[in-house]
């Protein structure tokens, strides 16, 4: 199947919340593999360093007990949960165990659907592949500039753009049947290159 041009949020067959509350199981579930993050965005908590340590806030890689645990407690809702979602602030590639995480939400029955969101500048092939192995549902994606110099600019890491786009294409021409989705802020980029980023 083709690329095609989507928006961010899929719509379509949703559930109207305000049809089916209180929930007795939530739909979807975060837990963040790792709250920190290997870019300093300014958009992000991560790229905010003083003011989490002001909030206290842990910051670091979730330990596979605690995740274990975590999922092992989705036995006490009735139902299955809709979506794991395992990111949220952090780079969930950070984490070594990502690909255990998502092989023992699988196997615990209790998650219907698994995704996670990346920058991609950890997801090389000897990472990404495990991931897909362990039958990970959606990687999205989000690519923080066309150049080293925007990423710099963006996301306060020296990145090598290059690098970044064989992960996406190996991870692409990977797949089996995860879907990827590849994002990028409007905001940063310009009319000629919307056409490389669609490339």
Not at 169 to 175: E, G, I, P
Not at 179 to 188: A, L, R, S, T
Request: a positive charge; aromatic letters at 10%; glycine letters at 6%.
């Amino acid at each position: 199947m083709k690329a095609q041009i989507k928006p961010r949020i899929n719509l379509e067959g949703r559930t109207k919340l305000e049809t089916v509350i209180p929930l007795e199981t939530p739909f979807v579930v975060f837990v963040d593999p790792s709250s920190g993050c290997n870019f300093k965005c300014t958009y992000c908590p991560t790229g905010h360093l003083d003011l989490i340590k002001k909030t206290g806030r842990y910051q670091g890689i979730l330990k596979f007990d605690l995740y274990k645990k975590i999922i092992d407690d989705l036995n006490d809702f009735q139902k299955n949960i809709k979506v794991l979602r395992l990111y949220k602030d952090g780079e969930p590639f950070l984490n070594k165990n990502l690909d255990k995480m998502i092989q023992y939400a699988k196997d615990s029955k209790k998650v219907d659907y698994i995704d996670t969101t990346t920058n991609a500048a950890l997801m090389t092939p000897e990472r990404a592949g495990p991931v897909l192995d362990a039958g990970i549902d959606k990687i999205n994606i989000s690519i923080d500039g066309m150049n080293n110099k925007t990423y710099l600019e963006f996301t306060k890491a020296k990145v090598d753009f290059e690098k970044i786009v064989n992960n996406v294409k190996w991870v692409y021409d990977n797949k089996g049947h995860t879907e990827i989705v590849v994002k990028i802020p409007g905001d940063i980029i310009n009319d000629s290159d919307k056409k490389l980023f669609y490339e």
